[in-house]
């Protein structure tokens, strides 16, 4: 049992009309509720909803701040190889595309980590592409012990594993991964997925199952918004999550919502999603669920982000770079896509305190579990 037999319940076109038939009663009976189902999630997510976005911003920054605080994590990612055996239409690192390879060495990822330690960073994202031979298993075990080293937290968004190898990362010092489906419609997946061991939806899509199962402390889940239909696909997104809480109720949780940016060889969104509508998607996920860590990247631009994540994000990148030796090295590396935010971690920090909240440098609920 994993969550591709659930995905099989679910007909895409079905669920589809069912968001699109929503009407203002829908939503505003879901707006009455404080345990919001799947069918609530819909309503609060469909076309029906937008004149309701302010109602939803006030109701979803009260929850946020009733259980997470005034407070707002801070994370950076660390590239550490653009090496990709993947083909996605959609990203900069495609093998497809002809650019220069760097895979960080043990030294290159000492001097990485010493910048970003000095910029005041203790939760590190580690990036790279899907690589099995280069930047698999045997580069995860060579690095990670020397990373930790310097970071309290670390989360990694690398090649889907097995269970036994999340195990083993786990015991060198993972603490997160975030594996995203890029879209839960099997057809188009395969369209934007060409070649390599990316285009087995199905494993893909058991990978939290995985995570879960090998004690990972916190999964996170998501979809590239614009490969489809976006309302439909953050649907799947809603119903995934809801399957692994009931499952696997000791892990944490946390979605994430990147719209698809320009980058080399870059395809148009299928759909487009305004502003707006990405505030009413990030109220609707805080209303359908009080628990779930929302983050925002610097794939936003430094407006949008300034007033959208006191509603109910819970964690922010900053002075993201996206090309591996970035930090330390002002590097010519072709980034995986462009940064819209480009503000200095200290910078973003002031923003966050002007907002009367507290930037988390450190994962505070670690301390939690000591
Ligand atoms: S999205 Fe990931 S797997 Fe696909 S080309 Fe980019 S780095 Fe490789």
Redesign the pocket.
């Known amino acids: 049992m994993s969550f591709v037999t659930e995905h099989e319940k679910y007909d895409w076109d079905d669920i589809r009309l069912s968001i699109y038939s929503k009407t203002a009663a829908d939503v505003e009976r879901a707006l009455t509720k404080t345990r919001l189902n799947l069918d609530d999630f819909s309503a609060l997510i469909s076309p029906a909803a937008e004149p309701y976005i302010e109602q939803m911003a006030q109701r979803s920054y009260a929850l946020t701040r009733q259980r997470f605080g005034h407070t707002m994590g801070m994370y950076i990612p660390l590239y550490l190889s653009n090496l990709?055996a993947?083909?996605?239409t959609y990203?900069g690192?495609?093998m497809e595309n002809r650019i220069k390879r760097k895979t960080l060495s043990i030294d290159e990822i000492q001097a990485e980590s010493i910048v970003i330690k000095s910029m005041g960073f203790d939760s590190v994202l580690l990036v790279t592409?899907?690589h099995e031979t280069k930047v698999g298993m045997r580069y995860f075990r060579q690095v990670l012990p020397s990373i930790k080293q310097h970071f309290s937290y670390l989360a990694m968004e690398v090649q889907p594993l097995d269970t036994d190898e999340y195990k083993e990362l786990k015991s060198l010092g993972l603490d997160a991964v975030m594996v995203y489906q890029e879209t839960y419609n099997r057809r188009t997946y395969a369209e934007h997925h060409l070649r390599g061991n990316?285009m087995d939806f199905d494993y893909r899509l058991e990978t939290p199952d995985r995570l879960a199962q090998a004690g990972v402390d916190k999964v996170g889940i998501g979809s590239l918004i614009g490969l489809e239909e976006w309302r439909t696909d953050c649907f799947y997104v809603a119903a995934h999550l809801q399957y692994l809480e009931k499952r696997y109720w000791k892990t944490r949780y946390s979605i994430s919502f990147p719209r698809l940016r320009p980058c080399e060889g870059a395809v148009q969104p299928k759909s487009v999603m305004s502003d707006k509508q990405l505030v009413q998607l990030i109220c609707a996920y805080r209303l359908f669920n009080n628990e779930v860590e929302l983050s925002l990247s610097t794939r936003e631009s430094p407006e949008f982000r300034d007033n959208v994540y006191p509603l109910g994000i819970t964690s922010i990148s900053a002075a993201s770079k996206t090309q591996p030796g970035g930090y330390a090295n002002d590097a010519q590396e072709l980034e995986?896509f462009e940064i819209s935010d480009e503000r200095s971690a200290q910078e973003v920090a002031v923003s966050v305190k002007q907002r009367a909240m507290e930037p988390v440098w450190k994962d505070w609920h670690q301390s939690y579990s000591g």
Do not use: I, L, T
Request: proline share 0%; aromatic share 10%; hydrophobic share 20%.
């Open positions: 990709c993947n083909a996605c990203c690192f495609s592409g899907e990316k995986q």
